[in-house]
């Protein structure tokens, strides 16, 4: 659609994205990825993100794309949530969140707010939003990712949110970014039929590479490279560790090995992970790297844990890959995993198996055989910016 054909209504729309983003990278980079499409193809859109995320400025974004940074929260590994950078207790930040968010979506005045993962944002801190949009008749949608977790493990945790009265009372459409061939990311739980009728499947969201930047570590890094990412590496040692031992047992690795261990992983485990790296002759440690499809394009093949963003990134550049998901707690990387190795987009490496150093080494050499993920794609798999685009048109003319 060109700018002198858009409808009307679009002209200075305005959308606001909610991402929580406690524990890593995963929302925020596909809340980025999403503005970034709407921009381009709408002219005089705007797009708001509000994030919690304590490393979102290191990002670039585009013209007529901005955010907001509420006070950050951080998810413990036992679950539990604390503040991350202000010395005040969790109730009191949860209420300065709140506040900051129905605040500038009163000021901002949205034609959509979309809403990622979470129906009622961390610990319900959205819902005073989602209830003055309706009141003022504004559309709301929730985004989901392909895979939440296993049904046995969200059922109890979205009863305990109250979370599928919020996707009846608050939510006009559920736009599920992956492909039905993967799954249903709300099977095992008891959702209405009137909410099922709101679901789009949008396909996944693919990524592109930056028009004016690359990585700066690109030009240093020798050739052909292994890219080993586990995203924002919280919850990546032991993947990190697993690939490690096989360079450290097997030095004949056709690829050099590029660990980007990512910037949430824990800095006494950077630093063992570095020196154990310093001491090869075939690898290269980086702690963060926020043009990573400008490596991931340069990779000969991945290992990753398997997370959404990293999936549609090894999918977008059509890499060769192996999955070594994280377990617990929660499984979401291993069903992903576990349906496309199905469908034979990607090679799983299931830890949960009798598994040794060995059987790593084997993995990542078996990735030379490995066809590419586009030659095996369903059709329309990776649709998603085109889709969530032609939503926006429908509801923007309906709603506003």
Known sequence: MTESSMPQKLENARILMYCHDTFGLGHLRRCRALAHSLVEQFKGLSVLILTGSPIIGRFDFKARVDFVRIPGVIKRRNGEYTSLGLHINLENTLAMRESIILHTAEIFAPDLFIVDKEPLGLKGEVEATLKMLKRKGKPTVLGLRDVLDAPHLLKPEWENKSAVPALANYYDELWVYGDTSMGNPLAGLDIPESV??????????????????????????????????PGGGGDGVEMVDWVLRAYEVYPDMPWHGVFVVGPFMAAADKEAFQNRIAALNNATYISFDSQMESLMKEAEAVVAMGG???????????????????????????????????????????????????????AILSLAEQKPPQLMMPDGFMKGLETVNERFIDIVRTYN
């Open 196 to 229: 099922l009728r709101r679901m789009v499947y949008t396909g996944y969201l693919p990524r592109s590479l930056p028009a004016t930047t690359e990585s700066k570590h690109l030009a240093e890094l020798p050739r052909p490279f292994l890219l080993v990412t």
């Open 308 to 362: 959404y963003n990293t999936f549609c990134e090894i999918l977008s550049f059509n890499k060769r890959a192996l999955i070594v998901p994280r377990t617990y707690p929660r499984e979401e990387q291993l069903i992903r995993g576990l349906h496309a190795a199905e469908l034979g987009l990607v090679k799983l490496f299931n830890s949960r198996e009798r598994v040794d150093d060995q059987c790593m080494v084997k």
